[in-house]
Every structure is written in C-alpha cells, then in structure tokens.
DNA sequence: TAGATTGTTAATCGATTAACAATC
DNA sequence: TAGATTGTTAATCGATTAACAATC
C-alpha cells in the first residue's frame, strides 16, 4: 500500500464506502463514476483521482463493479480485520460510545471499559464491566488493546494517555477537548464536539 | 462580517479559541501569532492569516491582547447569543449528548427532547423530560429552536429533517450516517462517528 | 528612536477539475 | 466494431507559507 496519500482523500474514503454499501444492499451490481458522482454530489474526476491512489478498481467503457469497490475500499480502511478497543472514562458520553462500538457492524469490539471512580466499578455498560483504570496494566498483558477511546475530562487525558502510549498503545480515539502531545508512531483521532458546534453557529450567523 | 471565508478557516476558529481560553485562564495578557504558533503546531503566517479575514485584531510590535481577541473570536462564531436546542432520538448517545450540551459552558441550552418510543415519555434526561415526537408542532410554537440535533437511526432522520425544516428549523447537527438533503439555506454539521473510526483504521495501517 | 510584530502582498504548494488517450 | 468510461496527464483553482513594508 503507497503511502502519503493526503488526509482529504482518506476522508472521503468512508463516504465512498458508505454509499456503496447502499447500492449493494439495493442489488445494484455496476456503477460509473458519473453516476456516484450525481448521488454523492462531488465530481466524477474527483472519484476517480482518489480511487486511483490505491489502485485501478474499474474498468473501461464498464465504470466499477459495486460489490468489489466496497470490498477493496473496506479492505483499505482496515476493515478486514478486528480492531481491540478500550475506553476510559465512562460518563454519559462513554457510555454511549461503549454501546455505539459495539452495536456498529464494524469490525471493532470493545473489551475493556476503565474508569477512576470507585462507585462505577463493575458497573455493567454495553455488556461490559466497568474496571478500575490501575487494572489496565494487568489487562494489557492479557489482550490485545488496538485503540484507545479517551472519553476523559480534559485535565485527566493527557496523564492517561502517557500511560497508555507507555504500555504500547498506538492508536487514539479522542473525545477530550485537548491535543494530546504524543510520539511520531501514535496515532490520534480527534473528535472535538465543541469545536463542531461553535462550526455550526458560525455558519448559522453570516447568511 | 464578510463572507465566503472558507471552511478551512472557520474549522480552526474554535481551535484557537480553545488556546486562547486557556492563556486567558493561566492570566496571559498578550501574545503574538508566533508564540501561538509554537504552542498549537501551525504556522504563525497562518494564524495573522486567518485572523485577518475577519479583522485586524492584533498591533504592530505587540502582538494581540489574550482577551481581546478570545472574546472576538467568540463573538464571531456566533457565541455572545444563547442558541436554543432541541433533540430527536433519545437513545445512549442522544442522552449524552442531551447531557453534553448542557453540561459544556458554551452557550447552548437543550430546552426539548423528543422521542417516537412511547416507553420513554416523561423520562428525564440531563434534567429535562422527554416528549413524544409528535409533540414537537406545539413546542415549536411556544419555543424558538435554533438547532435540531439528529440521534436517530439512519433512516429515520431524513423524514424527521424534512418535518424539521418545514417547520421553520434551519441548522442541524446530524449524526445519523445519512448525509441530509436540505434547502439551500439550512445549515448541516454533521458527526460520523463511524467515518472517524474507520480514518483512524486507516492511519493505523500503513506506517 | 529602535525593535518587534502585525497586516498584507507575492510565491509556493497542494488539491480539485478538466480533458483526453487508452482500452474494455 | 462502436460506445462508454476508465486511468492519467495537464490546467486550474484555492489554501498555505514566505517575505516585507507599515506601524505601534
């Protein structure tokens, strides 16, 4: 897989994936980029250009075949295989990301759900008991934790997340209304709902 | 305040606002775009840039006042007026959210939660009850409601939008995995959690 | 005043769109 | 084969960075 491919293109990958997915459901076995295009409201050049940074998917005077596009692109997003994930901080939007991973037919499953207060513990959400956050280290030992949901107040992130990086975690998902400072090997997905509220009332005034 | 600035822009506004929240907090006076710069990873050309599509907020030989600007910022994205804010879809992640916006210091109010599960009547979530959805005609008229959240199921959303918005509703904050088909002056931002999970499939592979 | 730093213009870089030869 | 549509190169557009004159 070529690499330095730009974060724009990756972002309309799951959108791709996503519409596709659809078409599949709705028996549809051929499309064009021309008629992707009219549904999703972005150029044909444009779907092709991104397609063909990961491979030539269609064929000429055809367009693309439905089922084996979603295939590869699931297979580029990483779908292909399970994803571990572990989540600390379970407030009200933990909770609901808990049941979110796991209700989602994705191929990611939550296996461990971690918190500091003591009244949460075994405390089951998402069909998973609530562990203490000192009981990480004995858990890690024992599974295989790909990604780390922080669903942390802001001041308690940043700590959890050094030690996190530091038993080998590499991959964040994070809610915390923080940039979290890690090495060049981690990876951080943000999820900042404040910003994309205030993103939404800025575009609300100013028409 | 002019307009066509690009959502490129707009997108760091609350960014920045964030950082200058926190100056303001640690009782920093001023600042200049690159001191900024350092702290937050941009350039500093990128900052004077940005900013000075709304305004010259800074002084020459001084940089800009950690205040001053902080609270220009908010004021262009949209926060000196309280946005009213009502909810479709009460399930785990609608009561997060119900109790997110409250909970947050910004000014959003949720003065509404609507629901079509007759179980859920009158429950209360993040301090107030939840209405049956049919409930919504009535409460549009004795309430202004500046934003609809959207936490349903997929294909519930868009028929509930479209209710929504011949209702007078004209912002949304969708995160349903259905991208809305509105009138051009209704405004949508939209939250795909699944497409952030799978970006950050994506960036866990490759490297 | 001299030094610092903005506001803004110009240069560069990257992403999107258009065009078309290749080919199914 | 002829028509359709890709893959890919070239042109355009927009966003970012660099440079510097203006000015506090």
New binding site residues.
């Given amino acids: 897989m070529e690499n330095n491919i730009?974060?724009?293109?990756i972002r309309r990958m799951p959108r791709y994936y996503r519409y596709l997915g659809e078409l599949l459901e709705n028996g549809v076995e051929r499309?064009?980029?021309?008629e992707l295009s009219e549904r999703m409201q972005?150029?044909?050049?444009?779907i092709?250009?991104d397609?063909?940074n990961f491979g030539?998917?269609?064929?000429?005077?055809?367009?693309?075949n439905v089922e084996f596009l979603y295939e590869e692109i699931g297979r580029i997003l990483g779908l292909t295989k399970v994803h571990n994930v572990a989540l600390f901080g379970v407030g009200n939007l933990g909770a609901a990301i808990a049941n979110y991973v796991n209700f989602e037919k994705l191929p990611f499953r939550m296996i461990g759900l971690f918190d500091v207060d003591q009244k949460k513990k075994d405390r089951i959400v998402g069909g998973i008991p609530v562990m203490m956050i000192d009981e990480f280290e004995d858990f890690i030992k024992e599974h295989r934790v790909d990604i780390a949901v922080l669903t942390l107040p802001k001041d308690a992130a940043m700590p959890v997340a050094e030690r996190l990086v530091s038993l080998g975690v590499r991959a964040f998902w994070n809610f915390a209304h923080v940039d979290l400072m890690v090495p060049d090997d981690v990876v951080v997905e943000n999820v900042h709902l404040s910003d994309s509220l205030m993103q939404l009332s800025y575009n609300m005034t100013g028409r």
Avoid at 6 to 9: F, H, L, R
């Fill in positions: 730009s974060q724009a293109v499309i064009s980029s021309k972005v150029t044909a050049s444009q092709r250009q397609l063909n030539g998917f269609g064929q000429q005077g055809y367009g693309y």
